[in-house]
């Protein structure tokens, strides 16, 4: 039988939902992981790509508690210039999927940049300029590689494998997200009527955007998807490429406010100071509040709740970073939102480049709040 949600009790839209909120399906997730940096935005400096992610480092998610990953990839790595197939690169892809399936993990497909789409065109995009939403060209060749995509996994149980349509979407007027996304689900439940489809909210998967997020009625295949980095400045502390806040080099804080009150004050205008206006006071509390818009989405249209991507540089102090993955992690189980952590290795990772060193205490406050 093919998976079905079930639900509890009706709320005042008529959904039925768990105690405490939350869709419950049978396409359950947990706790995941972003195999990232590997078919999507390899650098030249990682290892190559038959060594920097193996059946090795499938094993060893499984073994420590995790329950999915999150396979982000790259169109210029699936599909050579000319528009042919990478057989390689699918064959890597290939290769996860089993990992996974006999690890007894599930997986997301997701479609992370295109060619016509790059997240953060402005700052990585190397000049790379956006054309997806206004490119009826561009929006077809999404839904083709869908079908290209629908073709090679359909095989796929509905109960393993989810699509992510794109990653990060960044459309200057949200209907134009949302009729994209109606033009990509209306195509691949033509094929898929039962595939689950994973989709965020315009404008970087925020949760204060998901107001104008419009899905289809009554397609209870679907899951809602959140990225969470808040509060920016203290998660990229230092990070290249989030413009003005790299150049801050200040302390830093969590809990409480971001930039010492007594510092902020005495900043110069501009950088940072302008990025953070009101520099708010920062704890789980304030966190959580932050999550409600697509909380509270999620339960009006019955439907599961994820959050894709949240991480930490380790460029802030260690036990600060600690607890801002604790708390993340304690209001994920007490809202019952699935998650998975950006990301395995790189920058963000639990575990070094080459795989030798794992953060055992990170780990244990991503899987257990404690």
Same mark, same amino acid.
């Given at each position: ?8 009790? #009706? ?42 992610f193996t059946k090795e480092d499938v094993l060893f998610l499984k073994k420590e508690g995790f329950d999915h990953l999150r ?77 290209? #995509? ?75 998807s959140f990225h969470f980095y808040t509060p920016l400045a203290f998660t990229h502390y230092k990070a290249s490429w989030v ?43 304030? #966190? ?83």
């Amino acid at each position: 039988m093919l998976a079905m949600c079930s639900f509890l009790a #009706l709320d005042a839209y008529g959904y039925a939902e768990q105690p405490n909120g939350v869709a419950n399906c049978e396409f359950e997730l947990g706790h995941g992981v972003n195999a990232s940096h590997w078919l999507a935005q390899h650098f030249d400096t990682l290892p190559s790509k038959n060594e920097f992610f193996t059946k090795e480092d499938v094993l060893f998610l499984k073994k420590e508690g995790f329950d999915h990953l999150r396979i982000p990839v790259e169109e210029s790595e699936l599909w050579n210039a000319d528009g042919s197939m990478n057989e390689e690169s699918f064959q890597f892809l290939d290769s996860a999927l089993g990992w996974a399936k006999e690890a007894g993990m599930k997986a997301i497909l997701d479609l992370h940049i295109v060619n016509a789409h790059h997240f953060n065109a402005e700052n990585e995009g190397n000049g790379h300029k956006n054309t997806l939403f206004t490119s009826e060209a561009a929006q077809e060749h999404l839904v083709d590689m869908w079908m290209v #995509l629908s073709d090679r996994y359909s095989k796929e149980s509905n109960d393993f494998l989810a699509y992510e349509i794109l990653n990060e979407a960044v459309a200057e007027d949200h209907e134009d997200w949302n009729k994209l996304v109606a033009k990509c689900i209306q195509a691949i439940r033509e094929r898929e009527p039962d595939r689950y489809l994973v989709i965020g909210s315009n404008r970087w998967q925020q949760t204060q955007f998901f107001p104008y997020l419009k899905i289809p009625e009554g397609d209870k295949k679907i899951i809602l998807s959140f990225h969470f980095y808040t509060p920016l400045a203290f998660t990229h502390y230092k990070a290249s490429w989030v413009g003005e806040y790299a150049n801050y080099d200040g302390p830093i804080n969590y809990p409480g406010y971001i930039v010492p009150e007594k510092l902020m004050e005495a900043l110069p205008d501009g950088g940072i100071k302008d990025k953070l206006e009101d520099n708010p006071y920062n704890t789980k509390k304030t #966190l959580r509040k932050e999550m409600l818009p697509a909380i509270d989405y999620a339960k009006k249209h019955g439907l599961k709740l994820y959050c894709g991507e949240w991480g930490c540089l380790p460029t802030v102090p260690r036990e600060m970073r600690l607890q801002w993955y604790r708390d993340m992690s304690r209001i994920f189980l007490e809202e019952g939102i699935d998650n998975a952590i950006w990301s395995y290795k790189t920058e963000f990772g639990i575990r070094s480049n080459d795989g030798e060193i794992a953060d055992e205490e990170l780990i244990k406050a991503i899987l257990t709040g404690e």
